[in-house]
């Protein structure tokens, strides 16, 4: 782009800038006053024990959360116990074993005398 003449600099007033800058008194962020997390109080889990006799109460989520949890695992460790075998090894002893079964060959090992 050419330069503009001596007339026209004076009167408009081209000043070539980067990106907008944003004034150092403005913040950006979007939390408008307090902070949106929880303040530290020095008890587990921001909860304060019960008095002395007391139980604590339950949250309604707590047990449905602890039998599912554990439940799961309960029911995944079965599954896994009872899960057939599948190993390319077992499927190759027993065609193995039927073959020789069919050629007339033991397929048990006796040992010599």
Not at 65 to 74: D, E, P
Not at 88 to 99: D, H, N, P, Y
Request: contains cysteine; charged residues 25%.
């Amino acid at each position: 782009m050419p330069p503009l003449p001596q007339s026209l600099r004076s009167s408009v007033r081209c000043t070539r800038r980067g990106p907008r800058s944003v004034p150092p008194t403005f913040s950006r962020s979007a939390s408008h006053g307090a902070p949106h997390y929880n303040e530290p109080t020095g008890f587990v889990f921001g909860e304060k024990p019960p008095a002395p006799g007391q139980k604590r109460q339950r949250e309604e989520w707590e047990l449905i959360w602890y039998v599912g949890m554990f439940g799961t695992f309960a029911a995944a460790t079965v599954a896994v116990y009872y899960k057939p075998d599948t190993s390319i090894q077992t499927w190759a002893l027993v065609e193995a074993k039927k073959r020789m079964e069919a050629r007339g060959e033991a397929t048990d090992y006796v040992p010599k005398p």
